[in-house]
Structures are given as C-alpha cells and as structure tokens.
C-alpha cells in the first residue's frame, strides 16, 4: 500500500445472520466504503444470511467455514491491509506473521469466562496491535482482569444509523392506555436484560401511583426466559401497567421514542455499549440505567439520566449468576430502581435544545465510530488526547470508578 491508497479492510465475525453486533459490523463495513477503502465481511463460522444480502455486492461477504487455508487465500487475494476482529480471533496469529495490521474490539465484559479461559482469551488479544473497548467500563473490566496496561486498550464507542429518526411511519395500535407515563423497556428476551426487576418495581411503585405503563419491546432470544417473564407478567399485581410488544417495523421506532416513550429503562446486569441507550440519547429520552456498559459515558451528555447500582458486583458474575439473577426481580437495587422511577416521572426541565440534539446525534453517529477505528489504523497509533475534550472520551491516563469491587 502506497501513502496515497486507502487500506484494504477485511472485517472478521464469528457469524453474520442478525444482531447487533452484526449491526455494529455492517456499519463498519458501509463506514470504511464510505472512506474509500476497500471491505470484505470475513465470516468464520457457516452462520451467515440476513447480514450477508445487506452488502454491497456478495462477494463482499466470505463465509470461512473454519479453513485457514481458505482465510489465506482471501487476505491475499484482496491484498488486506488491516484485519479488524469482532468476537474472533481466527487467523489472527497468521495475519500477524505476514506483516497485517490487527484490530480487535471488545464489546462486553467477557464475565461467562472462567479464570482460565480469560486468561487465554487476553493472551490471544494481546497479539492484537490494537485493542479498543466500546465503553469505559468494558475497558477498566478487562485491563483490571487481564493486567493490560490502560494505555493499551483506547476506547471507541459504536455508533448507530440514525437514518430512521426522521421516519413518520405510524405507530400500529397498542395496548396501552392513554395518559400514563410509560417506561419501556426494549430490550430482546435474555436473561441478562433482566425483566423481573423491572416487573418487580412495577408493583412496588403500583403501591404509590397508578399513573404508568411499563412497556416491553424485544423479541424473543432466550425461550425459556422469556416464558419465565411471560409468566411473571400474568401472575403481577402490575399486570394491567405492563405492555408486552413482540417487534416494530424498524421506521417506527421513531414514533415509538417520539410518541410512545417518556422514560427508558435498561436494568441489564451486565453491557457493553447498549444500542438502546444511544437510541434514547439521540431522541433526548430521560433513561434509568445501572451502572453497566455506557451508562456512564450516556449521563455525561444527557443531565436527564439516572444511573444506579448495579444487581451484582462483576467479580460474583458467572453465567449461572446471571441466570439466578435473572429469575427474581428482588435484588439489591431494587429500591433504587423503584426511587429513580419516582423521580422520573417528577422530573421537569433539562431538555437538549435543537442545536445540542444534533450535536450530540452526531456524537453518537456512525461518522464518530468509523472516524474513530480509520485514524487508528491510519496512524498506526492510539488515539491518545484527539478526543479529550469530547463528551465520549475516557482518559487512558487512570482508570475510571467503575471498578470498585475489584480495585
């Protein structure tokens, strides 16, 4: 590659179907285009569809299959300057020894690994040139955990096509009663999203005000949790404040934020860099969040975000944890939960004005995330102080709080 080539990009994921972080990678993909570079989806796994028809052209998405010889073949092929790592690893050691720059982004806290298959996880990243975290508290989790130096992960946040905002599609009708401030939740049906605390200050709250509606938006991911949250709903003394809505249209969810939504609440026992949370941001939404993923990074640029504790420390978090957990809305921040929600709908004022609104839909923008991942990749250097003053960035310099338990 001479100075004056743009890179050639190959994006790697272990699978490309739907989700978010097949989201996240789609965008990366449209947002290296944009910039003139050269970007193929490398799929490792044989899990490939609904994301694979969303590219430009098909032979932009190669399904691996496991074969390194095939992925060999592929960086040669398309001359690839850097490899950027989603969830994978694969070939990364190979892509190494021929000289490839290497990226990998973190998007969670990796709390389901055991010691051991941390440990191992970190080692193969740390093969990575780059390491980037999406949130401040992915990247203080995994430093701590790993003994990575701070200055070593630089933080980047994803950024969401805010394409559908300006939609003026209809809302269909819903089973939710007019005047009532609603809190939604929308958030697919895993256990990690945690409904049962949501439900569980529903009925608490219900003791103090009638006035709300709590709003369940997501589909189903988890069957065996979402039958559990179903049958918690019915057996609620809250039942008839709780809205259960499987899915909408992508451009309705404009009116679902404009029209629908007073507060929104993600009350997850553990995040990375939650969609939701900049969807919310991007409408001026008041949000309850814990202390998870970018809940931090939301209440620095919005005053009309509570932020409380969080159900468990990080270091007590195992996936049978989290499966406990997720069965029982009676944990430690209920309370705080129940209080944030009182003080939702009592709240008044600190709205953005149409100048800060579009300011900070920029900030949380795809242009920001794939800006962000170019220069590093450009310069072959952390990002260091470019952002320093933006409302996103995170000092490399110390750590944050977020640590506490394991500090």
Known sequence: MTPSQKPSVAIVVPSFDRGGLEQVALNLYRGYRARGCECIVLVERNVAGYMLGRLDAPEHGIVLNGEEGLFLEVLAQHKVDVLHYHYSTFGLSEAKKLGIYTLY???????????????????????????????????DYFCERSKTPLDRVDVIPNGIDLAWASSQQDLPALDCPDGRFVF????????????????????????KRKDFQLVFLGNIGDEDYSSHVDALVAASSARSHITQIDCLAHDQMSAFYRELVDCVLLPTIQEGCSNVVLEALSFDKQMILTDVGNAREARRMSARVQVIDRAEDLDALTPERIEELSRNGDCRNLRALVDAMIAAQSMRGGTADAATLAARRDDIGLDRMADGYFRLFEASAPLAAADAGHAWAIPAAKPSKTLETLA
């Open 105 to 139: 982004t973190l998007h969670n806290v990796y709390t389901w690994l055991d010691d051991a298959g941390f440990s191992h996880h970190a080692g193969q990243l740390s093969e990575a040139d780059r390491i980037v975290a999406v949130s401040g508290f992915v990247r």
């Open 184 to 207: 939604a939740l929308p958030a697919s049906y895993f256990p990690v999203k945690h409904h049962p605390l949501a439900i569980r200050a529903a009925e608490i709250l219900l003791n």
